[in-house]
Every structure is written in structure tokens, then in C-alpha cells.
């Protein structure tokens, strides 16, 4: 409803910034000091695994969840305390929140009805919300008579029906079959530059958060690991918790050598993040499988056990001297020789590597 | 083909069950003197006094007890639901306890409770309104529970809310309509329990139909039958009526669905 008469034409959206949130359920830090700055017209996706408090951090700027300390600023004013039926937040549900009783035109018009808006008001409005989603002729059907993907796109439409300050997702796809899922995830995506509305997407699946947002947020525990764009999140992962979540990983024996670099199968490679690890103290490495490289050698060490065809690249799967099982993604192009049975030498990359968090 | 018969069997049987004592009753009441029939009990029993009295009184006491029912069960157990969901076990407990107290006790307790009360709940059938309303307590619990259990409550109660639904519009808009048929179902219940009990009124000294049906039914027994048949009746015509009326709310409902291309409806 504040409009920002500053800022220009696509950028209509509040801005949103968690400070210190904190909030337990009983032993369980659900948020425990959160911090997080969403610019106006962005699409931020908190991502992590079930119990990290990503859901709780969006109920907590929807007004559904209360905190313990902490601060709530949209558009810098703090909004902790304001009832949820005052915040003008339009959420988005996992599933099942349409009316049952009212026509999908009527769930649209729900928050127009209660802002007072006249019946013809209400109708052109909710006729033009269903007309983005694509559902112009579905207004008269109840909610039952739709696919799930189709009450999705009504509960973003009645979401938006009511020009919220924030868009709040709560796992919208989570509910849905895989191929509705990618169809609604850019549509969402599409939507949300259209109108220009800053969003808040909740979600366990990291393709999905990947794939549609500004800037990821990684969680763990209640607070955030890392907020940055997905490129960055992928190649520069700030913590091995976020190196493991978001991506595929191996997870390499290794030796500690020489204070700043490791060990691992004969190669030498650079630590990221060097950290109070005595020479010689057995590690686990985080190596992405497209920084492994397999060359065919007739008397190497490292022997092939599987290859397994994905278009432009190959996966193989390798087995080094010692037993541990190394996965590689390489161009397929390079991959026909590595038939399983072949042995290969292998190498690592360049890059400074990540070690495990002890005991995952 | 067993199968089949062997239903047509159990629902034969069953009918005879109802129907015999109920044909054999319309045909007693019809009876007169040397085996002819008549309308005579009949007419006897339109001329008693206090008919109409006694019918308009139960039917306020039983007007009274499903809104007072809805009104304080409706919020409360969807509060439960909302809020304490654990408490469901402790609160069906409660809402059966009416069953096994004998009504005696009830009827002392409420006496006992409202003793200090002004004479209008003391003296008149206002204080059986408040005692059906508890003495309902099992069949409405349960049946707003299940009416409630078989929707998504947290979810549209939150969707309402972030849509700028208070909580009286929550109550109102979402809920109810959307557990319409347990609410029907309750006062269904509630209805049907007002018009057959006789043991509270009695004791109270409450002039209500089903008492009054006793008082005249001792006179004479082709009147007593006649004036069982006739509450009967009169309790049947109200419970049709209310399922007219849920019935064609439902049908409206479903009616309108199927008008799948929308131009600009009307309103």
C-alpha cells in the first residue's frame, strides 16, 4: 500500500530487513539471531533443510508467528507486534488454502471484499489477477474441480489481488508434480519481475531456489550460513554446511599437509579456509564432481565402475586406490574412453577446497 | 445375486421393524367403539388444552438451545483446533460427561448453580435451555469436531488473516460456511433432543410438548396413542424443513460449479 515514489517504475516493492530475530519452541532455537536485508522489488529464497527456520522466519513477517527479540523492518518501519490481518502481506500456502466454499473468482476477490472494494471493482480486478496466471475462464469452478497447479496459481492470484507489501511463499511447489512444479517455478519467477514485488520464497529444494531467485539464502539452525546470488552460493560457498547443501559433493579422505594445504590421493591441493588443523590430522575433502578430472591411462590407479550418459556431460563413477568411490562429471565428448573397467588417472582442479563439518 | 437379496432382506426387515408398530399405532389411534374407525382421538386431542401452548414453548426452548449451542460451541472448538489441539481428547471427555450423569443429578446441579439466579431463567423454561445446551453437549462436540477435522483449518485461518480477515471475519466467512453441514448437523441434534425429552422438563415443572404429550396420553388410550403419533409428527415436519434448507444451500452450491467459461458474472 506505501508507495515508494522515489524509486523507479520497476522497483515498486518495499524493502524488508530481519534484525536479531530470535525465537524458540520450548529447547528448539527455531530463530537464532537472524539477519537478512531483501531490497525492494528482489526475490530472496531461504533455503535449508526441515527445522532450520526458514518457515518460522517467513511466518514471522507474515504476523503468524511471534518472536522473541528481534526486529521486522518493512520499508524501515518495524512491524513486529502488528497483527497479521494489518501487514498487508500476500502469502502463499504449500496447499490446500483456497476457500472450499467460494468460486475461484470469489478467493481472488476475498481481500478486495474486505477492503470495502465495490462487487464490479472486485470482479474486474479478480478477472484481470486470473488473466495473469492464466485462468481467465476458470472463475465460476470451486476450488475442488481445479489440479493443484491451478490452485496454486489462484492462491498467488489472490495473494496479489490485495497488492501486498511482500510476497510470501511457504514452499508454493513443494505439494506438486515435477513437471507443473518447473512450469508454475517460472511462471512464479516471471510474474514476480512483472509486478515488480519484493519476495520471500521458502523452500527445501535447492534447484528450485537456485533457479528463480536474486539471492539465496542458505540456513542452518536458525541463523543464516550465507546470503548471495546462486552463481556465487555454487562457486564460492562461504561454509562447508552451505558446500555440502547446495550442489553435489565428495567427500575425499585427506591428510592435512603443511598448515595451508591437504592431502588427498597423492594430489596436493589448496585449503580455503585453513583452519587450526594439526599436520598429518585425517580430513574429509569437498570436491565438486566438474572439478574431478579423468584422464585414460592404461596403468593408472584409479579404475572406472560406472558411466552413466546425461547429454552434454557424462557422470562416471571412479574408485580411487584406497576404495572411496569419487564422482566425476565430465564433457561427454571426452568421457567414450572411460568405459567401466578402464583405469584412469585423476586429478582435482585448482581451487582451494572445503573440509567436511565433522560427522556428516 | 445372495449378496443382493441378502440386503434386500436386512432392509426389508428393518423397515417392518419401524414401519408394523407405526401402522399399528395409526390404526389404533383410528379405532372407534363396535371395530369401526374414526377421527375421533384425533379430534380430542386438537381440542385438549394446552396444545398449542406447550408446542410454541418447545419450540422457543429448542430455537434457543441451537443458537446458544452455536453460539458458545462453534468458537470454542474451533479455538481448540486452532490453538490446543492436544486438548481435543480432554475436551470429547468433557462433552460426554452429560451422558453418564444421570439427569437428576444434572437437574440439582443446574437448580443448585442458578439458585441465586432472577426469576426469569429460575421460573420459566430459560433455565431448560440452559440445561439442553449441556445435556447436547456430546452430540454437538462431536459433530463440530469431525466438521472441522475434515477441513484445512490452519491453513485457511492463516490465509484469511494475511488477506486482512479479523477474527470475527474469520469466524464468519471461512469457517462457518465452511463447516455448514456439522453445523446443521448440530442443530439437527440439538432440535430433535429439545422436542423428545421429558425427564428435565418434568422434574423442573416445565409445561413443554413432550410433557404435555405424557399429561394427555394418561387420559385416554387412543388419545395417548394419537398424541404420541403427533409429536412425532411435528418433530419430523421441523427436521425436514431444516433439511430443506441445508439441502438446498448445498444444491446451489453445487449447482453453480460446472459454469465453467466466466464472462462477468452476475453478482
Known amino acids: 500500500m506505501t508507495v515508494v515514489e522515489n524509486k523507479p517504475e520497476t522497483r515498486t516493492g518495499a524493502s524488508v530487513e530481519f534484525r536479531g530475530l530470535r525465537r524458540e519452541f520450548g529447547d528448539v532455537k527455531a530463530l537464532d539471531g537472524l539477519d537478512l536485508v531483501i531490497e525492494p522489488g528482489e526475490l530472496v529464497a531461504l533455503l535449508g533443510p526441515s527445522g532450520c527456520g526458514k518457515t518460522t522466519a517467513l511466518r514471522v513477517v507474515a504476523g503468524l508467528e511471534q518472536v522473541d527479540s528481534g526486529e521486522v523492518l518493512v520499508d524501515g518501519t518495524d512491524v513486529v507486534g502488528v497483527p497479521a490481518n494489518k501487514r498487508d502481506m500476500g502469502m502463499v500456502f504449500q496447499a490446500y488454502s483456497l476457500f472450499p466454499n467460494l468460486t475461484v473468482q470469489d478467493n481472488v476477490a476475498f481481500g478486495l471484499r474486505l477492503r470495502g472494494a465495490g462487487t464490479a471493482e472486485r470482479h474486474k480486478r479478480a478477472q484481470e489477477l486470473l488473466e495473469l496466471v492464466g485462468l481467465a475462464t476458470q472463475g465460476k469452478r470451486y476450488p475442488h474441480q481445479l489440479s493443484g497447479g491451478q490452485q496454486q496459481r489462484v492462491a498467488l492470484a489472490r495473494a496479489l489481488a490485495i497488492e501486498p507489501r511482500v510476497l510470501l511463499l511457504d514452499e508454493p511447489l513443494s505439494a506438486l508434480d515435477a513437471q507443473v512444479r518447473n512450469q508454475l517455478r517460472d511462471e512464479i519467477r516471471r510474474l514476480q519481475l512483472r509486478v515488480g514485488i519484493t519476495t520471500l520464497f521458502v523452500t527445501h529444494d535447492q534447484e528450485e531456489a537456485l533457479s528463480i531467485a536474486d539471492r539465496v539464502g542458505v540456513m542452518k539452525l536458525g541463523r543464516l550460513e550465507q546470503c548471495d546470488t546462486p552463481a556465487a552460493l555454487y562457486a564460492r560457498p562461504a561454509t562447508a554446511f552451505v558446500a555440502e547443501f547446495v550442489g553435489t559433493m565428495n567427500h575425499l579422505p585427506g591428510t592435512i599437509a603443511g598448515g595451508t594445504e591437504v592431502d588427498v590421493a597423492g594430489h596436493r591441493l589448496k585449503l580455503a579456509d585453513p583452519g587450526e588443523r594439526a599436520d598429518g590430522a585425517a580430513v574429509r575433502v569437498l570436491v565438486r564432481p566438474e572439478a574431478v578430472t579423468l584422464e585414460p591411462a592404461a596403468d593408472g590407479p584409479v579404475r572406472i565402475t560406472d558411466a552413466s550418459f546425461r547429454g552434454a556431460v557424462t557422470r562416471l563413477t571412479a574408485a580411487l586406490p584406497d576404495g572411496t568411490t569419487v564422482l566425476a562429471d565430465l564433457p561427454s565428448v571426452n568421457a567414450a574412453e572411460l568405459q567401466p573397467g578402464a583405469s584412469a588417472t585423476v586429478g582435482f582442479g585448482t581451487r582451494p577446497v572445503l573440509l567436511a563439518t565433522d560427522g556428516s | ?267
Not at chain 2, 421460573?123 to 462431536?142: D, K, M, S, W
Not at chain 2, 459433530?143 to 492463516?158: R, S
Not at chain 2, 423428545?196 to 418434568?202: D, V
Open chain 2, 1 to 267: 445375486m445372495t449378496n443382493k437379496w441378502g440386503r434386500w432382506t436386512v432392509l426389508v426387515l428393518f423397515g417392518l421393524y419401524f414401519l408394523v408398530p407405526m401402522a399399528a399405532s395409526i390404526e389404533f389411534s383410528l379405532r372407534d367403539v363396535n371395530d369401526t374407525h374414526s377421527f375421533a382421538s384425533w379430534s380430542k386431542l386438537l381440542d385438549e388444552p394446552g396444545l398449542f401452548a406447550t408446542l410454541g414453548t418447545s419450540l422457543w426452548v429448542a430455537a434457543g438451545t441451537v443458537v446458544l449451542t452455536l453460539l458458545i460451541m462453534v468458537p470454542t472448538v474451533s479455538w481448540v483446533h486452532l490453538r490446543k489441539p492436544k486438548l481435543r481428547r480432554l475436551m470429547e471427555g468433557i462433552s460426554l460427561l452429560p451422558l453418564v450423569i444421570p439427569p437428576i443429578v444434572l437437574v440439582n446441579g443446574v437448580l443448585v448453580v442458578f439458585a441465586d439466579a432472577p426469576e426469569v431463567i429460575n421460573g420459566t423454561p430459560v433455565i431448560l435451555v440452559l440445561e439442553y445446551v449441556v445435556l447436547a453437549l456430546p452430540f454437538t462436540y462431536r459433530t463440530l469436531d469431525a466438521g472441522l477435522q475434515a477441513i484445512a483449518l490452519p491453513t485457511l485461518v492463516e490465509a484469511a488473516r494475511s488477506l486482512g480477515a479479523g477474527w470475527s471475519t474469520v469466524l464468519l466467512r471461512v469457517i462457518v460456511p465452511n463447516i455448514r453441514s456439522a453445523v446443521f448437523g448440530a442443530a439437527f441434534l440439538n432440535l430433535a433432543l429439545v422436542l423428545g425429552e421429558y425427564t428435565l422438563a418434568s422434574i423442573l415443572l416445565m409445561d413443554t410438548f413432550p410433557v404435555w404429550t405424557v399429561q394427555t396420553g394418561q387420559s385416554e388410550a387412543g388419545v395417548s396413542v394419537a398424541v404420541s403419533l403427533f409429536s412425532l409428527f411435528v418433530a419430523f415436519m421441523l427436521l425436514f424443513v431444516l433439511s430443506l434448507v441445508a439441502g438446498r444451500r448445498k444444491r446451489e452450491h453445487n449447482l453453480a460449479a460446472p459454469i465453467a467459461p466466466a464472462s462477468q458474472g452476475p453478482a
